[in-house]
């Protein structure tokens, strides 16, 4: 029973190039999260994405950065033109449909822009 | 916004020794969620706790949602290597997308 995976686990990209994130939520999960860790510090809240909508792009930047869950295969967060302070590790979680429902999370991508 | 100041930040103690460490929130809240990241990976879920005054235990782990439902404590007892890593206090917002709000965490090295 796999759990949430993510890939790549690593990527470097160059300041103004394009970075892909994918997340494949755990068997059976509908809702998917996506977080972003800065160094020393805790998980923000990017944006919460149900098939083939976004529910809630609150912490998410308002320039460059994108998501989608569609209906068949996996969550992709995109960043566009990526800058130095776009380096960090990006978290997926998901989790099923009932309230309550534990998020459990991927084992993250760590973006390196150089 | 919401806001959880989560102490102390760092903790150095030997193998044996108990851990206290504790968060606080501006807010009301009706959920604290207690997580552990070890280096390199995502966190895992470790005590959930829905309603004030509850006290939770997870093996060698006991944690409690405070009665103001403002702050939430995890102690761990007789610490061992492996418990090294990044504790996290989390709340989950209501009323829609249920996301997760993190303190700052609190790393923890263990001495053998």
């Known amino acids: 029973n796999a759990g949430v995976m993510q890939n790549p686990r690593h990527l470097v990209r160059r300041r103004g190039q394009e970075a892909r994130l994918r997340c494949s939520p755990m068997?059976?999960?509908?809702?998917v999260y996506w977080y972003r860790q800065l160094p020393e510090e805790g998980l923000k809240f990017m944006v919460y994405l149900q098939k083939e909508n976004i529910i809630d792009e609150s912490g998410m930047p308002k320039e460059r950065f994108s998501a989608e869950f569609p209906k068949e295969g996996p969550s992709i967060l995109r960043i566009q033109q990526v800058v130095r302070g776009d380096s960090a590790a990006y978290f997926c979680?998901?989790?099923?449909?009932?309230?309550?429902?534990?998020?459990?999370f991927g084992p993250g991508t760590r973006l390196l822009v150089l | 916004g919401q806001q959880l100041n989560q102490s102390p930040q760092s903790m150095f103690i030997q193998e044996g020794e108990d851990v206290s460490m504790n968060c606080t929130s501006s807010?009301?809240?009706?959920?604290w969620l207690w997580y552990k990241q070890d280096p390199g990976e995502g966190p895992v879920l470790l005590i959930a706790l829905y309603k004030a005054g509850e006290l939770t235990s997870n093996g060698r782990l006991t944690a409690q949602f405070g009665i103001t439902r403002k702050d939430s404590f995890l102690n761990i007892s007789a610490s061992i290597p492996s418990d090294v890593g990044i504790y996290f206090c989390a709340e989950r917002t209501q009323g829609g997308s249920e996301k997760l709000v993190f303190g700052k965490g609190t790393k923890l090295t263990v001495n053998p």
């Open positions: 068997k059976g999960h509908s809702h």
């Open positions: 807010s009301i809240f009706n959920t």
């Open positions: 979680a998901s989790s099923g449909l009932a309230v309550k429902e534990t998020q459990y």
